[in-house]
């Protein structure tokens, strides 16, 4: 499978932005996906994650950093996963990888980037003034 990241930009503190992570390759409505950042000098880290419940419906988890600012949807007819970001600070300059698993999600491991065999190539996302 392939992800194709996309939406990036440069944003002032307080706007915001929509990722989108398109998937090519194969159907992925019933598996695990994911978002995480990187940021220059940092280790990459955890931002959310879309866990399948069966029929159309997921679940959303979030890393504390952005819950509240940040809304993971997923569109499965679409094949697309995306993520809105509100209230956007210097913070969260990164850039930005979609993350996909073959097969559902251990909740209790939907922060570990080991559990996605599949990455997107990433979209900059800068918040400055």
């Known amino acids: 499978v392939q992800l194709q990241a996309s939406g990036g930009g440069l944003v002032q503190p307080g706007g915001s932005l929509r990722l989108s992570c398109v998937a090519s390759g194969r159907n992925l409505g019933s598996d695990g996906m994911a978002w995480f950042r990187q940021a220059p000098g940092k280790e990459r880290e955890y931002v959310a994650a879309?866990?399948?419940?069966?029929?159309?419906?997921?679940?959303?988890y979030y890393s504390n950093s952005v819950k509240g600012r940040f809304t993971v949807s997923r569109d499965a007819a679409r094949n697309t996963m995306y993520l809105q970001m509100n209230s956007l600070r210097p913070e969260d300059t990164a850039v930005y990888y979609c993350a996909a698993r073959s097969g559902n999600l251990i909740s209790s491991r939907v922060g570990d980037s080991e559990q996605y065999e599949s990455w997107g190539q990433g979209t900059q996302v800068t918040v400055s003034s």
């Open positions: 879309s866990r399948f419940l069966g029929g159309r419906a997921y679940t959303s």
